[in-house]
């Protein structure tokens, strides 16, 4: 089967770096995305891996070993308005986007 | 331009009552997917639709339904609502079935008594 793991919640402290952790087990790869999710809203973009290594996006970056399933999302100079959850999704080999349960992440001042 | 609209926001439902969720997308988009998030579970895909005039289902497509008459629009129906329904729908879409980013609606909560 296919399957994503997250930790279900992690805490930081604002100013802090954190760094969310993604393992995948999939039916092909195509790319992995990563999306934030305030409470009561909808997800929104963030960063998209297809090749091995670091994408870096402001405060935030995303990386990708292809060969270890694993990616991680790295937050730096936190910010309480990074309190969120953080999903990620895999591109399968049909195309389909295939979900983590997403990690909720408590900044703490 | 808007984007993805959801309508309702929210809605509490009868079980037994039939309920048609509305998505609305500006974007011409292609492809459109409705998913369920419930606590814990994270998103769960219920029915996409690649095209206009084509539908697929999901991970959960039990007791639901959707059409795609044309590119804009994907309505979500639930024939006859259950409890276990009761949940955050949203509505999402993207420009191809490849690996463009997704883009997902306001979404629904729907409580069914």
């Known amino acids: 089967g296919q399957n994503i793991d997250q930790p279900t919640e992690m805490t930081a402290t604002e100013g802090a770096i954190v760094q969310i952790n993604c393992t995948y087990q999939?039916?092909?790869?195509?790319?992995l995305f990563w999306y934030q999710q305030h409470a009561g809203e909808a997800p929104t973009f963030l960063s998209y891996n297809v090749l091995d290594g670091l994408e870096e996006k402001g405060r935030f970056s995303s990386f990708l070993s292809r060969s270890k399933g694993y990616s991680y999302l790295l937050l730096k100079e936190l910010q309480m308005k990074d309190s969120a959850s953080y999903l990620c999704?895999?591109?399968?080999?049909?195309?389909?986007?295939?979900w983590g349960a997403g990690t909720k992440l408590i900044i703490k001042p | 331009i808007a984007g993805i609209t959801q309508a309702p926001t929210s809605q509490i439902l009868a079980a037994g009552r039939r309920m048609t969720l509305r998505c609305t997308q500006d974007?011409?988009?292609?492809?459109m997917y409705w998913y369920r998030q419930d606590l814990g579970l994270g998103l769960r895909l219920i029915h996409y639709s690649n095209t206009a005039g084509t539908t697929g289902k999901g991970e959960v497509p039990d007791g639901y339904s959707v059409s795609r008459a044309n590119t804009d629009d994907f309505p979500l129906t639930l024939a006859s609502a259950v409890p276990s329904q009761t949940s955050v729908y949203f509505c999402a879409s993207r420009k191809g079935q490849g690996a463009d980013t997704q883009y997902f609606g306001p979404g629904t909560r729907l409580t069914v008594l």
């Open positions: 999704a895999v591109i399968d080999s049909n195309y389909q986007l295939i």
């Open positions: 974007m011409r988009h292609n492809a």
């Open positions: 999939t039916s092909g790869f195509n790319g």
